[in-house]
């Protein structure tokens, strides 16, 4: 086609700028290959949620009351959902300091990225521990996968299955945060010149886990 | 590592390319040899299915005479028959072999944007494979409760392999979608963000939008397979009871409670349709680039094609539960799913209207390859008019779970696929290897398949009319069928152990091919896709030399008025020869 080609407009323009030459969408291969990673990512979330919803509608048993299950007594109070309340808010105050991370990659702040990679590893770490600690509750009080002392079976079995699924992605997402880290410090994507969106690539993975929380959050503690 | 890879490193190419032969065959990151990697233990696994439909076959033909085929053995042989055909064979072979092979040629890039993590792909796969099979030789042997694997029975007791033949097929499974994702995001990151100059979405072949639909059609069902697997892994391992309900087994207890059978049902077919049309979309690309070359035509309605695969690969998501009519379900929701299923007979029909005119008035050369693309239209036609019956509620309810689905599936996605992979593999051959086949044996083996495939699914149809059950080991006392029906039953296995061994000679020519065949020239079919392009045949590592291609007009420029040739090369400049119809727009 030559130049002087006349570029349609409407609906048809918008197809044509999506199917231009060579890229779809301005960005590096990587974060394009997250993006639709982390899209088939959602499908499993939603799957796993979706069956949970199925199940304690479909069970004969009465659903335990979360907020009783998930209660803590602090001070003498107590506080229903308080761990997962903490929980929630160290994960989204690690996408905070994700954020400033990619920020301060853009600006070749090597030390300050490298920093708070570290810090929103440690912010996952905890997490996954607090994690850990519900987990041991829970099992001391006789709640296991097969059953459960407050009712309907299935209200163990989702729970260990979508939290412990989850947990894993998170505890992946602090691998692969230092990993990167440890590449930000010692200079290695400044030597193949990758200029750190790489970090932004792990960041959309940590973000994603933090949203994917908020539904876990939503659909299994609240309702 | 990080997003440059070696697509855009021209001065680096050297430095690539592979030295020893384990890095050049065995741990190659060379997309070209991952293909082949992928198509060759497809077809491994898939001589295996074949071989086990025979096994079937000869019990339901000649019953009572084959003592080492048990019951149990049967429903082993059917369970592992389908998901090695549906999975390990189609969707490997198209995607991980096809896609592998096609992608980064037809687009003009060097390679797929992460080989690294392709490589990892096949590797997974064997993996997967490998498992699968270990699958017969544990105790208990494989599982037989069906490739659908629907729970109670695929995992209680009286299905064969309730001990550790479903714990391995659910794992299997697991890992090949492991697979499948590391190899499909590179699918779909390579066709969207790694094409040449020039390469505009709406100048690609068909059989990259095939390949790449199928691709995002697995990047969205398999994830409900894989839940569904855990779930039910859960289930038999540590007896959650996602899918079990309150049951009794043998007088006994088992101690599930309130769990949803249906629940899987839903899951397992919100993944198994769209896995219908990741078979089928690849088969539909590449026919589409078979019947266009060997006709001399460019493929009609060349937008309109495209259009279709997007539309049928999106209301693949919402007709899934035409599976499940039988379960009982609200009438609303019969309705709505019967709708959707016509509806994407729309589309459908669209491309099939397409290929024939493609076909007319054209120049048709009928090579090996044109002969299995022609073939295709037959069987696809045939499987898609059964698929209207069986979408609709009313007409399922009695049809269901008789021959005539058998028949149905296998013509439109047993034999159908398998004819384009065939006709596939004739017209890519020279390309990959640089050798050419031999053409009588080619035809041959067509035919062959072809009327053999007839003979044994068209009487099928008449057998689930008549009310021969799907999936039976024997007819028992089925005083309603007459005795005829065990003579077509022993005639269609003799057709199967016919089509069966006549596959022989498909596997003689390409070790004539491979030993004796003459050299092939760079671009046989006089073909304009970038593919046959290259400099090298097979290409070399890095596909494209020192430069890569520049794309200048649509893959179908065959047979343009006013120039000598009857076809031009996507690369070939405007300057040098006319444009045809080009829908890619300015670049
Ligand atoms: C010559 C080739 C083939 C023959 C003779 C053959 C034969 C059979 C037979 C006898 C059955 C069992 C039917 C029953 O008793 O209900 C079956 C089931 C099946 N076949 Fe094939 N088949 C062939 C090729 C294929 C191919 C290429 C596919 C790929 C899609 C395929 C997919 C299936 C599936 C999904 C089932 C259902 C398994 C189940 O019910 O769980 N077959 N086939
Ligand atoms: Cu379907």
């Known amino acids: 086609m030559s130049e002087a080609v006349m570029e349609p407009g409407g609906t048809a323009g918008v197809v044509n700028d999506f199917a231009r030459d060579k890229q779809v969408f301005g960005v590096p291969w990587g974060k394009a290959m997250m993006w639709i990673f982390l899209l088939s990512d959602t499908f499993i979330f939603s799957c796993f949620l979706v069956s949970y919803m199925m199940v304690r509608i479909s069970t004969t048993d009465p659903w335990p009351n979360p907020s009783e299950v998930f209660g803590l007594t602090a001070f003498g109070y107590d506080v ?51 994690q850990a600690f519900e987990w041991t509750k829970l099992i001391m009080e006789g709640v296991r996968p097969w059953q459960n002392p407050f009712g309907a079976a299935q209200f163990g079995s989702s729970f260990f299955m979508i939290t412990g699924f989850h947990g894993m992605h998170v505890t992946a997402g602090v691998i692969y945060l230092l990993i990167v880290a440890n590449r930000v410090r010692n200079g290695f ?13 792990a960041g959309l993975y940590w973000h994603f886990v933090d949203l994917v929380w908020v539904f876990i959050f939503a659909f299994f503690y609240l309702w | 590592m990080g997003y440059v890879a070696i697509a855009d490193r021209d001065h680096d190419i050297e430095h690539h390319d592979p030295q020893t032969f384990i890095t050049k065959y065995i741990w190659s990151q060379d997309h070209k040899v991952i293909a082949i990697q992928y198509g060759a233990t497809a077809i491994f696994v898939g001589l295996i299915a074949l071989g086990l439909s025979a096994m079937m076959r000869l019990q339901l033909g000649f019953p009572d005479t084959f003592s080492f085929i048990t019951p149990e053995n049967y429903y082993q042989f059917i369970t592992m028959h389908g998901m090695i055909m549906v999975i390990y064979l189609l969707t490997a072979l198209f995607l991980g072999g096809f896609g592998n092979y096609l992608i980064p040629l037809m687009v003009g890039s060097r390679d797929m944007v992460f080989p690294y993590m392709n490589m990892l792909s096949y590797w997974v796969y064997l993996l997967s494979v490998i498992i699968l099979i270990a699958s017969f030789f544990v105790p208990g042997g494989a599982t037989g409760a069906g490739w659908t694997l629907y729970p109670p029975q695929a995992i209680m007791q009286g299905t064969p ?20 994702t590391m190899g499909g995001l590179n699918y779909v990151t390579t066709v969207l963000q790694a094409r040449c100059r020039g390469m505009t979405l709406m100048r690609m072949p068909l059989s990259v939008w095939g ?32 899918f079990m309900p309150a049951i009794s087994s043998m007088g006994a207890d088992p101690g599930y409670t309130g769990g949803s059978p249906i629940l899987f049902q839903h899951l397992f077919w919100f993944f198994g349709h769209p896995e219908v049309y990741i078979v089928a979309l690849p088969a539909f690309g590449i026919v589409s680039d078979l019947l266009s070359t060997h006709a001399r035509k460019n493929i009609f309605g060349y937008r309109m094609m495209v259009w279709a695969i997007i539309a049928i690969g999106g ?7 035409h599976h499940m009519y039988v379960s009982g379900m609200n009438p609303y929701f019969g309705f709505f799913f019967a709708t959707t299923t016509l509806i994407i007979a729309v589309p459908t029909a669209l491309k099939v209207y397409n290929w024939v005119l493609t076909l007319w008035e054209g120049n048709i050369h009928l090579r090996v390859p044109m002969l299995f693309a022609i073939g295709f239209i037959f069987t696809f036609i045939h499987g898609g008019l059964t698929g209207l019956f069986l979408g609709n509620v009313t007409i399922d309810l009695p049809l269901s779970d008789t021959y005539f689905v058998v028949a149905h599936f296998h013509m439109v996605m047993g034999v159908s696929p398998i004819l384009v992979v065939f006709g596939a593999i004739y017209h890519w051959w020279p390309k990959i290897t640089g050798k050419m086949y031999h053409e009588t044996l080619g035809r041959w083996h067509f035919w062959m398949t072809f009327l053999g495939t007839y003979a044994i699914y068209l009487p099928m149809h008449y057998l689930g009319f008549a009310g021969v059950p799907r999936r039976y080991f024997a ?36 070790i004539w091919s491979l030993t004796k065949g003459p050299k092939a020239d760079g671009n046989p079919w ?35 008025p006013g120039y000598a040739d009857d076809f031009i090369p996507q690369n070939v400049p405007a300057s040098v020869a006319p444009v045809g119809r080009d829908h890619g727009g300015a670049h």
């Open chain 2, 161 to 180: 392999g309730t001990e550790w033949g479903i714990v391995l097929m659910l794992a299997s499974l697991a890992v090949f979608i492991v697979a499948f």
């Open chain 2, 211 to 242: 390949i790449f639909m199928a691709t995002v059609l697995g990047l969205l069902a398999f994830p409900a397979l894989l839940v569904s697997a855990i779930m039910m892994l859960l289930d038999k391992g540590i007896h959650t009871s996602f």
């Open chain 2, 315 to 321: 209301l693949s998501f919402v007709v899934w539960a």
């Open chain 2, 475 to 510: 007819m028992g006392n089925t005083d309603f069928l007459p005795d005829s029906a065990q003579d077509l039953n022993a005639a269609i296995t003799i057709s199967a152990l016919f089509v069966a061994a006549t596959q022989i000679l498909f596997f003689i020519n390409m």
């Open chain 2, 526 to 560: 006089q073909a304009t896709s970038l593919e046959w392009q290259t400099p090298d045949t097979p290409p070399k590592h890095g596909n494209w030399g020192h430069d890569l291609p520049e794309c200048y007009r649509w893959a179908y420029d065959y047979s343009v």
């Open chain 1, 189 to 201: 994507y400044e030597r193949c010149g990758s200029n750190y969106e790489i970090v932004e690539i």
């Open chain 1, 80 to 130: 229903p959902l308080l761990l997962i309340a903490i929980m929630t808010f160290v994960l989204i105050t690690s996408s905070g300091t994700m954020a400033l991370a990619v920020n301060m990659g853009y600006r070749k702040n090597r030390k300050a990225t490298f920093w708070l990679m570290v810090a929103t590893a440690a912010l996952g770490a905890t997490f996954v521990s607090m």
